[in-house]
């Protein structure tokens, strides 16, 4: 199985700060890998797949880069309701993983 | 616009079985090329993929998980099942459906979500 590591596992920012997230995987994944963006109580919601492509309706403050195993989203003037929990995934085999996540908090 | 929906119970024994069903909206289960798929969520974690199956009825499982889980797929219905067999604390979840518009695609629309609590 692919292991999916995210650092940091949270971190603290203001709005209007730029967030990076990484995501590294444990083997190559070309650019098979999404971000999801998961607020409590809700499911995950696609904000960026194939590593770089922005989902139908996702603000372009949001950007992701990367391929093989080094993977990064990053937020650009982070807004009030950017406040949440990130997770990568792949999907370029079979068993698909996410990782383990990275909470976005109010500083 | 797509939309998915689970049903099935909220407590379920040590031991047992669980049952879940994914209702889709909006939209034909056999059309294109989505993939429909289980994810879990314990309470305070991360996300785990539990499987996938096609319209045709071909399933993908995640191995960790494999030897008790079905899934199911009823196309006069337009939904699509979860069967989790011995059941024990380490299961208990929030259980999301999902699809993914492709094989190996990542998943665009996601159910709400059900808290499943295994416990006596």
């Known amino acids: 199985d692919i292991q999916m590591t995210q650092s940091p596992p949270s971190v603290s920012a203001s709005v209007g700060d730029r967030v990076t997230i990484t995501c590294r995987a444990s083997?190559?994944?070309?650019?098979?890998l999404a971000w999801y963006q998961q607020k409590p109580g809700k499911a995950p919601q696609l904000l960026i797949y194939?590593?770089?492509t922005l989902q139908s309706g996702v603000p372009s403050r949001f950007s992701g880069s990367g391929s093989g195993t080094d993977f990064t989203l990053t937020i650009s003037n982070l807004q009030p309701e950017d406040f949440a929990t990130y997770y990568c995934?792949?999907?370029?085999?079979?068993?698909?993983?996410f990782g383990g996540g990275t909470k976005v908090e109010i500083k | 616009q797509l939309q998915l929906q689970e049903s099935g119970p909220g407590l379920v024994k040590p031991s047992e079985t669980l049952s879940l069903i994914c209702i889709v909206s909006?939209?034909?289960?056999?059309?294109?090329?989505?993939?429909w798929g289980w994810i879990r969520q314990p309470p305070g974690r991360g996300l785990e993929w539990i499987g996938n199956?096609?319209?045709?009825?071909?399933?993908y499982y995640n191995t960790s998980l494999q030897s008790r889980v079905t899934i199911s797929v009823d196309t006069s219905k337009n939904q699509f099942s979860l069967k989790l067999s011995s059941l024990t604390a380490a299961d208990t979840a929030v259980y999301y459906c999902?699809?993914?518009?492709?094989?190996?695609?990542?998943?665009?629309?996601w159910g709400q979500g059900t808290l499943v609590t295994v416990s006596s």
């Open positions: 999902a699809r993914a518009w492709g094989w190996l695609r990542p998943y665009d629309y």
């Open positions: 909006g939209g034909s289960i056999s059309s294109g090329t989505s993939y």
């Open positions: 199956i096609y319209h045709s009825g071909s399933t």
């Open positions: 083997q190559g994944v070309s650019n098979w």
């Open positions: 194939t590593a770089s």
């Open positions: 995934q792949q999907t370029n085999s079979l068993p698909l993983t």
